[in-house]
């Protein structure tokens, strides 16, 4: 079947930079996608890349290899708004499924 | 513009009975999913419909039913409620002529809890 696997946590300070991994099991899928979810609140879209290589997005990047099945989002000048939960997600090929990883919890310190 | 909306936000039930949950797409979206998300857990993928039609389930019991109106809007319907029903119900909205509708924009969900 297909899987996203995640770290749990990641802790960071305020003005650092932090990459969070995603690594996957899956027999195809159209591209990655990240999402930012705060505690209480829904899940926002921060990017998608559906080839190789790297996505930029203000502070945020993205990036994939679909050759090392795996990727990662980058969260540059870190911010305490930014501690929150990310998710990386597929959309399984030949289908409409979206898979989602378990989440990284970000802990942003001052 | 109006973003996705849900309702109720909150809902208290008993095991064995049912729920009815709501959502509105954002404007311009003709596409919806529905997801589970437990406490500590990514969303997990109910189904989605698109013209009023389910076009693909995960994996998910039968007690677990839903409807896309005209508008666009959408219901989801769980049956003979378990305890383990309880989680975070989240709608999202896509446009599905748009890069195969990636970019999901979810609703703000609603707090189940069966007891």
């Known amino acids: 079947g297909q899987s996203l696997e995640q770290p749990s946590e990641v802790t960071a300070v305020e003005g650092a930079i932090v990459q969070i991994n995603c690594t996957y099991q899956t027999s195809g899928f159209y591209g990655l996608s990240w999402y930012q979810q705060h505690d209480g609140g829904a899940p926002t879209f921060l990017s998608y890349n559906a080839l190789d290589g790297l996505e930029e997005t203000g502070r945020f990047s993205s990036f994939l290899s679909r050759s090392d099945s795996y990727g990662y989002l980058l969260l540059q000048e870190l911010q305490m708004k930014d501690s929150a939960s990310y998710f990386c997600a597929v959309r399984e090929a030949g289908g409409f499924k979206t898979i989602f990883g378990a989440g990284t919890r970000l802990f942003v310190k001052a | 513009d109006a973003g996705v909306t849900q309702s109720p936000t909150h809902l208290i039930k008993t095991r064995g009975q049912q729920v009815t949950l709501r959502c509105s797409p954002k404007?311009?979206?003709?596409?919806v999913s529905w997801y589970q998300q437990a406490l500590g857990q990514g969303p997990q993928f109910i189904f989605q419909y698109y013209e009023e039609e389910e076009r693909q389930r995960g994996n998910f019991p039968d007690r677990f039913s839903g409807h896309q109106f005209p508008n666009y809007s959408s219901e989801l319907n769980v049956n003979a409620l378990l305890l383990g029903d309880s989680a975070l119900y989240l709608c999202?909205?896509?446009?599905?002529?748009?890069?195969?509708?990636?970019?999901?924009?979810f609703g703000p969900g609603t707090r189940l809890t069966v007891t």
């Open positions: 999202a909205s896509s446009r599905s002529l748009t890069s195969g509708g990636y970019e999901q924009y």
């Open positions: 404007s311009g979206h003709d596409t």
